[in-house]
């Protein structure tokens, strides 16, 4: 402790029954029970602490690089093509046609909820809408008008919500 540090003591306060000298006995009753750690435990938590975390981040910034100056696949980086196609991989390997979510009965449902009504705020042009479809590489591989899009066929599904 220096020599110009203040010494901990209940006798600070002046008041004995105010608020403030029943969290002072709060505090001292807190700092009695606390445990103490010595000089050299301290310094050596801490430099342990310290290098610990500056390998973490050497260990982070260095598989961030990575990452980034990695060769594209498919326009993704090679690192994550391999993680999503290993995750798939694992996922197929896990699926089974038989184990697929319940269904219901058409009588078993209702109206689905409506999720908010935030969105558009003006109503649909439908006759100038358009849904492109375009490519990996970013080329055009087609557009549909909202006739398009009404003459597919209809398909019903019953969820559980």
């Given amino acids: ?16 029954g105010s608020p403030d000298q029943s969290r002072q006995d709060r505090y001292d009753a807190l700092e009695t029970d ?11 938590r801490s430099r342990r602490s310290f290098l ?5 981040s050497l260990a982070g910034f260095s598989i961030f690089r990575g990452v980034q100056t990695s060769s594209l696949v498919d326009r993704t980086p090679g690192p994550l093509r391999w993680v999503h196609e290993t995750n798939e991989a694992l996922w197929r390997g896990l699926f089974r046609q038989d184990h697929q979510a319940r269904t219901f ?18 109503p649909l042009d439908q006759d100038s809408w358009e849904l492109r479809v375009e490519g990996p590489d970013g080329s055009l591989l087609g557009t549909h008008k909202m006739q398009d899009i009404y003459a597919l066929p209809r398909y019903e599904h019953t969820i559980e919500h």
């Fill in 105 to 122: 009965d058409r009588s078993a449902s209702s109206m689905v909820r409506v999720n908010g009504r935030h969105g558009l705020e003006e």
């Fill in 52 to 56: 610990t975390g500056a390998v973490a």
């Fill in 1 to 16: 402790m220096s020599s110009n540090a203040r010494p901990r003591s209940s006798k600070q306060v002046s008041n004995p």
């Fill in 34 to 44: 606390t445990p103490r750690l010595g000089q050299i435990e301290y310094y050596q």
